[in-house]
């Protein structure tokens, strides 16, 4: 079960979200249309996956986007942007997201988009545990 | 001839120095864009819909978008038909203008705060009033009413008082002033301003009226109970799921002096006020309806314990017990994380069995004190420890849970209360969510255990349906289609939504997914496979099928597994506001009410959705352009002839794309018109008559039966025309005493394909038209032809077929038509016209004689 930050300006598109990620998986989804809001809570507690649009009126999904990679590299972030909008989306999988869907999707993108990002951020901790032990094993 | 010429003019409106071939493709360009829009169009709708098949995740950006796109297509449409029509239908443009702006009303309210009374009963309050009451007080209502489970008496406090709140201070300009002039940088000024607003909200004055209403309703349910008690004030917004986005939590407070029932309303309505909302209205402006609030009043329960009852576990549904969680005291405490609650997990059969249970200590409870409000108290150690429930009570919640999941549909989350005197309370119920399991394993996409009778074709509306096969080539089919058939057909026709709410499914041989008819199947959710190339053939009436357009297969016999496997559609997601938003607006534009293009009422006027608008401007693009080469062919001065070793003289005149050369005179090898060549291939093939040495015209071969001549009708001048593009061909051939036409749009482009053909025969006797006729019915009715006849009048169409399969029939077409100009003289007995029927059916459509 993981922990899911979801940003977007629309409440309804919030609402879906939330109602169907945790209808369909163990995550859990904290939701906001706030950027501050999503900034506060990226500081205050941990997420596993942010999923965030890009075009949001006064708010900059790329801004958010680096900030959130800049509390925790680790941390996933999954984009989503509105059909049309390619360029920004690919800017942003420059600047570091794991992968994007565009609006408006099939429910079963999403949920394989969010299997497909919890599978590795399992991968990279496992990766990171294995990596810990072999450093404090060898003298 | 010039006279002519002129009046012809004057009828069309052209003007007299623009030339008639330049006028014929300008027209033509202006039907080219309407087909463009007509498929723009039909696309979209059939994008929206699939939105709404419960698949999709979208927001009202997307909405917005394709209504935008809806309205500038069918605008393009009715000015393409308007220029095609020479200004002849503005009625048209007016009905899509008219259109467009009632679909995007739609979007413009989506919520609307109903007119009513401040204060409801909660008695009578009913479900559909939930925009005036709220969900909880809707539910509770509902619960009174139909139920009849034990509510504490109470009143509403409706969205109508709500806005008459607001309107009174003036509050929603005041806040969207203020949230203008503030910036928001930081949590903490966002928090800052919240408190503000509050501050504002709290410091404005219930109006009078209101006042009254409460005070009013409060002295009738203290006559109804003969005391005056404390009071439980509970909020109730409209549209729970936006509100629960915002707000987070619903405010309640409990033990409420009457005196300070004003007060306490202004502080559940300044609770919309969250930061969270505060972002939303500064980025939109401050709007009433979007979040409106009611307010649920009830008598104070005083609760000897309280809780919550679930009546499935969200995270294991499909088991048959309810979740119960129990707290001594007010209900508070049982949501709060103040103490650990009872856990019962109770079945219901035999109702309220424990299937398990946790019972924590309890040290400590919410009371209620004398002067109002609440008070933490510590709970004697023994009934600390104690299970608050017993298991008659646990019985009582799971009966209740069982009836309220009959009654709603859906898993309900309920709080209790257990009064004093040993009586359970039911204070309110929502839809409780529960983890929606995806299927176990997804079914096989080909049974192989069962006969496999189609499997090709495209599937224009998912699902499974049974039933026996029902072949439609007529209307009158249609009349009398049985319940639960499964209709075969050669073709779509939009009439098919005729009995679109009896059908068990739709197969058809040609069709486009984004057609008519696709777009109502879909609506009507009727399973549905086009295109299959040969349903009809393969198919007998009678015969038990199962149509899985899940996987495109249709197999012989019934499959009860696959019947039972049919998907159910999320029902959650269908409640969202947004999703509602779509429906509504596709209804505005899917159904269908033009119907029947010979029927009186196909009209612009009549036209309700965007799907009539579109229907109509396609069908009278089409009338509109072969009245159009009809008039003016006969003017066009540009003409080219078509040098071919066949005694038919054609002149043509080419709109763009059609030829390859410019010249006077072209070749059978200039043809680069896609109709035409096709159709071109079917004359040459045929053996032609050789002119008489000497003789020009060919009517002179052809016309020489005396009992024609008998008639006293002067044969036509020999004169076909064709008018022809890269994908357009009107060819008209006036001979003897024919004349013909055959018209055709061959492009890549499944919904543009379509070809008429029309033979008007005339001269000769009557038996020899009837046998004619005959000959072209019986013919035409073997090359998949939709028609109808007058009198020896033939009309037929084909449409929707892919570019090939159009080639093809236009080739048979052109066969035909030099067949047909050769039998004039063998119509003498009606067991010779049988034998050239069949000769022509064998030859040319490999069919055994």
Same mark, same amino acid.
């Given at each position: ?16 979200? #939330? ?19 999503? #900034? ?54 420059? #600047? ?31 990766? #990171? ?11 | ?48 819909? $699939? ?7 979208? =927001? ?37 203008? &008219? ?24 008695? !009578? ?22 139920? %009849?489970?034990?509510?504490?008496? %109470? ?21 969207? +002033? ?48 003969? $005391? &005056? ?73 005083? !609760? ?31 949501? %709060? ?31 209620? &004190? ?15 420890? !104690? ?14 849970? &069982? ?45 192989? +255990? ?47 939504? @005729? ?5 068990? !499914? ?7 997914? @984004? ?59 269908? =409640? ?31 036209? *309700? ?5 579109? *229907? ?7 009338? +509109? ?169 033939? +009309? ?54």
């Amino acid at each position: 079960m993981g922990r899911i930050l979801a940003v977007d300006d629309e409440l309804d598109m919030l609402s879906l979200l #939330k109602m169907m990620v945790e209808g369909y998986t163990d995550h859990q989804v904290v939701v906001t249309n706030n950027p501050l809001e999503a #900034k506060d809570l990226l500081e205050k507690e941990r997420f596993d996956l942010v999923l965030t649009d890009l075009k949001m009126p006064g708010m900059d999904g790329l801004e958010l986007l680096e900030f959130a990679r800049r509390q925790d590299p680790d941390l996933l972030v999954l984009v989503i942007t509105a059909f049309g909008s390619l360029e920004t989306a690919e800017e942003a999988m420059a #600047k570091g997201a794991f992968d994007y869907i565009t609006k408006p999707f099939r429910k079963e993108q999403l949920l394989l988009a969010i299997d497909k990002a919890m599978r590795w951020r399992e991968l990279v901790e496992q990766n #990171k545990a294995l990596r810990r032990q072999l450093e404090g094993g060898t003298p | 001839m010039k006279v002519i010429k002129r009046s012809l003019r004057r009828l069309t409106g052209g003007a007299p120095e623009t030339p008639p071939s330049a006028r014929l493709a300008s027209r033509y360009a202006q039907f080219q864009r309407l087909l463009q829009a007509n498929n723009r169009t039909l696309a979209l709708m059939a994008d929206m819909e $699939e939105k709404l098949s419960g698949d999709y995740l979208f =927001d009202m950006a997307y909405i917005r978008a394709a209504v935008g796109e809806l309205r500038q297509e069918t605008q393009a449409l009715a000015e393409a038909l308007d220029g095609l029509g020479e200004g002849r239908y503005g009625h048209l443009k007016e009905a899509a203008a &008219r259109i467009s702006r009632e679909v995007e009303a739609l979007l413009e309210h989506r919520r609307e705060i109903p007119a009513g009374p401040l204060v409801l009963d909660l008695a !009578a309050v009913e479900l559909t009033q939930a925009h005036l009451v709220g969900g909880k007080a809707a539910n509770l209502g509902e619960v009174i009413r139909k139920l %009849g489970l034990p509510v504490p008496p %109470g009143f509403a406090i409706t969205t109508a008082a709500y806005k008459k709140f607001l309107d009174a201070n003036q509050l929603s300009q005041r806040l969207t +002033e203020l949230l203008k002039g503030w910036s928001l940088e930081d949590l903490d000024t966002l928090a800052r301003v919240s408190e503000e607003l509050k501050a504002i909200i709290l410091g404005a004055r219930v109006p009078p009226e209101l006042e009254e209403a409460l005070a009013a309703a409060y002295e009738e349910l203290c006559r109804r109970l003969g $005391e &005056r008690p404390f009071l439980a004030v509970r909020s109730s917004a409209v549209g729970e799921d936006l509100a629960f986005t915002f707000a987070g939590q619903y405010v309640s407070f409990l033990n409420v002096p009457p005196g300070d029932l004003a007060a306490r309303y202004k502080d559940i309505l300044a609770s919309l006020f969250t930061p969270r909302a505060l972002f939303y209205y500064k980025d939109k402006g401050f709007n009433e309806e979007e979040l409106a609030m009611g307010v649920v009043v009830m008598p104070l329960i005083r !609760a000897k314990a309280s809780g919550v009852l679930f009546t499935r576990q969200p995270e294991a549904p499909e088991r048959d017990a309810i979740l119960v969680n129990a707290v001594w005291g007010l209900g508070k405490y049982a949501v %709060g994380g103040k103490v650990q609650p009872d856990h019962y997990l109770a079945a219901y059969e035999p109702p309220g069995e424990i299937l398990e249970q946790v019972i924590p200590p309890k040290p400590v409870r919410l009371g209620w &004190r004398p002067e109002g409000g609440e008070v933490q108290e510590p709970v004697p150690p023994e009934e600390a420890t !104690a299970p608050c429930l017993t298991r008659e009570h646990l019985a009582q919640l799971a009966d209740w849970a &069982r009836r309220l999941e009959e009654y709603f549909r859906k898993p309900q989350d309920v709080e209790w209360a257990l009064g004093e005197d040993g009586r359970l309370w039911l204070l309110q119920t929502r839809p409780l969510r529960v983890q929606t399991r995806r299927a176990p394993s997804a079914r096989p996409r080909l049974k192989q +255990e069962y006969p496999v009778l189609l499997d090709s074709g495209k599937v224009a509306c998912r699902g499974v349906g049974a039933g026996p096969v029902v072949l439609v080539k007529t209307d009158e089919d249609l009349k009398n289609f049985p319940p639960g058939g499964v209709l075969v057909s050669r073709f779509t026709s939009p009439k098919f939504v @005729t009995v679109m709410r009896q059908a068990a !499914a739709i197969i058809t041989d040609a069709g486009s997914v @984004t057609g008519h008819m696709a777009l109502l199947a879909r609506e009507f959710q009727v399973p549905t496979i086009l295109d299959t190339g040969k349903a009809t053939r393969i198919l007998t009436p009678g015969q038990l099928v199962t149509v899985d357009a899940d996987y495109n297969n249709v197999y012989d016999g019934l499959i009860p597994e696959l019947l039972e496997a049919r998907e159910r559609r999320d029902s959650d997601l269908a =409640d969202s506001p947004v999703f509602q938003t779509l429906k509504a607006v596709l209804q505005k534009v899917i159904p269908l009410n033009l119907i029947n293009p010979r029927a009186e009422n196909f009209t612009p006027e009549a036209c *309700r959705t965007v799907h009539d608008v579109v *229907r109509y401007g396609h069908e009278y693009a089409m009338r +509109e352009l072969f009245r159009m080469t009809e008039l003016e062919l006969t003017e066009a001065g540009e003409v080219q002839e078509l040098e071919a070793d066949i005694p038919l003289k054609l002149r043509l005149l080419d709109l763009g794309g059609g030829l390859r050369r410019r010249r006077r005179r072209v070749r059978p090898s200039d043809i680069e018109s896609i109709p035409f060549k096709a159709f071109w291939q079917g004359l040459r093939s045929m053996p032609w008559p050789k002119p008489a040495p000497g003789v020009k015209s060919l009517s002179s071969v052809f016309v020489k039966e005396e009992a024609e001549v008998a008639q006293g009708a002067d044969p036509w001048r020999d004169q076909s025309y064709v008018v022809l593009s890269r994908n357009y061909m009107n060819f008209s051939i006036r001979l003897g005493y024919h004349l013909s036409t055959v018209e055709a749009y061959v492009s890549e482009v499944l919904n543009d394909n379509y070809l008429t053909f029309s033979f008007r025969g005339g001269g000769s006797t009557p038996e020899r038209r009837e046998r004619r006729t005959r000959l072209i019915e019986t013919i035409i009715d073997h090359m998949d032809l939709q028609h109808t006849r007058q009198g020896d009048y033939i +009309e037929a169409r084909l449409a929707k077929y892919p570019l090939e399969k159009m080639c093809g029939r236009l080739t048979l077409l052109g066969k035909l038509t030099v067949y047909t100009k050769q039998l004039d003289m063998a119509l003498f007995s009606d067991g010779i016209v049988d034998w050239y029927i069949k000769e022509f059916l064998r030859e040319h459509l490999n069919l055994p004689g």
